[in-house]
């Protein structure tokens, strides 16, 4: 039977978006095949489906989605009773359920449905679909006294109309407030409560939103810049140093169109990130000169000027009447959402308590999720030497709004905060370090002069190199400032990995530095090994190769199954590179007799039950291969480019392993998502026993 969640309320205005995105991503670690169901639903564009749906991958027909409309279920409702109103849903709800493990069933809004007893309504559809429920109270300008009140009426009003009730939310609470509130409601209900503070930058607009809602025209400015949240409004209708002393962190000056002077003042301060402002929206229509403009996209690349017809009253009421939403357009806003939700709800424990069945299968989104969610359960430092590349700041805003784990960035200072006030990224939560100026680089050099004296290298030359960012980030994790490093965005390979060679040096059971693909299928995960770092490895390495990366598939949830690859399987073929493999395979067994190993063995026996039962039908390993080591990195790396070109698997990588700290490398052409991954795995790497030692 098809397990369900029903997400609801008691009344409008509780943000319960945030929840539902939250256990949809709960469902989606757990469940490879998650429906959504909306019962009733408004005319217009269901702006949370469409961001699941971009989120998440969905395939569900949008048409399967909802029941009906309101204006549908009042007239039905008032026409043949509410008993043929939720006869009709629960029929159309079953059409969903069919076809998914879960279903993550959307409560009504209660705004201006028509619908009496709404909250009634909400339960008997819950307990007529066989969901359990999860209510949200809203908080958002109540007292602490207040919202107690409200959550234990609430859960009662439920719990007494049937319903299996798995947790309480209450969501939007006076950040001060919210301790004591889910003190007190922990010991008066019998169900967990989770307790979320208010979070402005989900209820502020983005510059986006306030655009289309006023009908501004987009005078200069990018998609980036667009998509900044409007934390404020200062309304400059005084002299420059009065406005710039009333500018704060995310917000949206708002000015007559014809004052140039608090247009340019204004960007100039945000270039300086003194402080960083969403935009500015220029009133009356008025529009600066072309030199002005020009000068602005200049000081500010990025930043919005957007111009509306309306003079400063009409529209500073229209602003104020705004909220943001969550949607697809808003991704940061999810991001937020999301770290909001994981952070003040017992992720685990409520993923217990829905009792949702496990997959058989893993997938890429599985193994995203996975990543994240434990490189939080034990927080992190991750030092990013690339501080002032576009992609790397914006994968820094995803891992801090999800709170991954904890970064430093070095660069320089000045430079850095540009940028971030470009891109419009918030980085106030993380370490800036310049390497140039730094206190360290004196030490530093002592420690790196003293590691390599034996090339001839002094304190002065020492000096010199350690300025250089790999080689002080490096520096850092090797002192136990940070926890792993990350770079390879912007420079080579060898620029990335030869510091940590150098000074973090391989592990005292390793005999080489390896790497590992995690190759992201539609429905598995394969450890790919090694296709990034040794060209020609000997058997002795091959050896080394297969034990290291079995210990890494298994730190990241792959059970290893070790296929030792060749041109030939068992003993069909013979010849110094088939030779290499089965010597290999043989001190594998030797050393590590535990680990499950076949080699030689070609790729399709490794990997396909067909070929596997004719080539060796007795193997606990072919056919269901989950580490697959190459003979040879021109083997290797052609065969996970193919793979992920003509398969489309996503490939996370190059993991390193075999070094006593984590330290990890960035394809140049890595997308944003594939650094969160990495700065994610790299802080999981930081968790292992060893490495728990290391920092002690």
Same mark, same amino acid.
């Given at each position: ?270 270039? #300086?990130? /003194? @402080?960083?402002? %969403?935009?500015?929206? =220029?009133? &009356?229509? *008025? +529009?600066?000169? !072309?030199?002005?403009?020009? $000068? ?31 949607? #697809?357009? /808003? @991704?940061?806003? %999810?991001?937020?959402? =999301?770290? &909001?939700? *994981? +952070?003040?709800? !017992?992720?685990?424990?409520? $993923? ?54 904890? $970064? ?289």
């Amino acid at each position: 039977m098809t397990r369900s969640v029903y997400v609801t309320g008691i009344d409008r205005g509780d943000g319960r978006q945030v929840v539902e995105l939250g256990v949809m991503e709960l469902l989606t670690r757990q469940v490879d095949r998650v429906g959504v169901f909306r019962p009733l639903v408004h005319d217009g564009p269901d702006r949370l489906f469409e961001l699941l749906r971009a989120r998440y991958r969905l395939a569900q027909d949008p048409a399967t989605v909802y029941g009906m409309d309101y204006r549908e279920a009042s007239a039905l409702q008032a026409e043949r009773g509410t008993d043929e109103l939720v006869s009709t849903l629960v029929d159309r709800f079953h059409l969903v359920a069919r076809d998914y493990d879960v279903v993550l069933v959307l409560g009504t809004d209660f705004a201006a449905t028509q619908l009496p007893d709404e909250l009634a309504l909400n339960a008997r559809l819950a307990n007529e679909f066989a969901a359990s429920v999860l209510p949200v109270v809203g908080g958002r300008d109540e007292s602490a006294e207040a919202v107690r009140a409200e959550t234990r009426n609430a859960y009662r009003a439920y719990d007494g109309l049937g319903c299996d009730v798995l947790a309480m939310v209450v969501n939007r609470v006076d950040p001060k407030d919210r301790a004591e509130i889910a003190e007190r409601l922990d010991s008066r209900l019998p169900v967990p409560c989770y307790v979320l503070p208010d979070e402005p930058a989900l209820s502020a607009p983005t510059v986006a939103q306030i655009t289309h809602a006023l009908g501004g025209k987009v005078l200069i400015g990018d998609d980036s810049g667009l998509a900044r949240d409007a934390l404020g409004f200062v309304f400059g209708g005084a002299m420059l140093p009065n406005l710039l002393a009333a500018l704060t962190p995310g917000c949206l000056v708002v000015t007559p169109g014809d004052r140039a002077d608090l247009v340019i003042g204004s960007l100039a301060a945000h270039s #300086a990130g /003194t @402080p960083p402002i %969403a935009g500015i929206l =220029l009133t &009356l229509d *008025e +529009r600066p000169s !072309d030199e002005i403009l020009t $000068l602005a996209a200049r000081l500010a690349p990025g930043t919005p000027v957007v111009s509306v017809a309306g003079n400063s009253f009409p529209t500073a009421e229209a602003l104020f009447a705004l909220e943001g939403k969550l949607n #697809a357009a /808003t @991704p940061r806003k %999810a991001e937020t959402a =999301l770290g &909001l939700f *994981e +952070r003040h709800v !017992d992720t685990a424990d409520l $993923l217990k308590r829905v009792s949702a069945p496990s997959s058989d299968r893993l997938t890429p989104m599985m193994f995203e999720h996975q990543l994240l969610e434990q490189a939080r359960s034990e927080r992190r430092r991750v030092v990013l030497p690339e501080g002032t590349e576009d992609r790397v700041l914006q994968a820094a805003e995803v891992l801090l709004r999800r709170g991954v784990c904890d $970064l430093t960035l070095l660069g320089p200072a000045d430079q850095i905060r540009k940028k971030a006030a470009d891109l419009g990224i918030d980085i106030s939560a993380t370490q800036i370090v310049d390497p140039q100026t730094s206190p360290l680089r004196d030490s530093f050099a002592e420690k790196y002069a003293e590691l390599r004296a034996h090339k001839g290298v002094t304190v002065e030359l020492a000096y010199d190199v350690v300025a250089d960012v790999n080689y002080f980030g490096t520096l850092m994790v090797e002192e136990g400032l940070a926890d792993g490093m990350v770079s390879g965005a912007v420079h080579s390979t060898a620029a990335t990995i030869r510091p940590a060679f150098e000074i973090i040096k391989t592990k005292p059971e390793s005999r080489i530095v390896s790497s590992v693909f995690f190759m992201c299928l539609a429905d598995k995960v394969l450890v790919y090994g090694d296709c990034a770092v040794n060209p020609d490895p000997n058997a002795e390495q091959l050896c080394d190769i297969a034990i290291s990366s079995a210990a890494t598939a298994r730190q990241f949830g792959v059970e290893p199954r070790i296929a030792m690859l060749s041109y030939s399987t068992g003993t069909s073929g013979s010849g110094a590179d088939v030779d290499k493999v089965r010597e290999a395979t043989e001190l594998v067994r030797a050393r590590r007799g535990d680990l499950l190993i076949e080699g030689p063995i070609q790729y399709d026996a490794a990997v396909e039950p067909s070929v596997a039962a004719t080539k060796l039908p007795e193997s606990e390993v072919a056919g269901q291969a989950s580490v697959l080591i190459f003979p040879d990195l021109n083997t290797g790396n052609n065969t996970y480019k193919a793979v992920q070109r003509s398969a489309g698997a996503i490939a996370v990588g190059p993991v390193l392993q075999g070094l006593r700290k984590p330290v990890n490398d960035l394809s140049r052409g890595a997308l944003v998502q594939d650094i969160v991954n990495t700065v994610a795995i790299t802080a999981i790497q930081s968790q292992t026993p060893d490495q728990k030692a290391a920092r002690q």
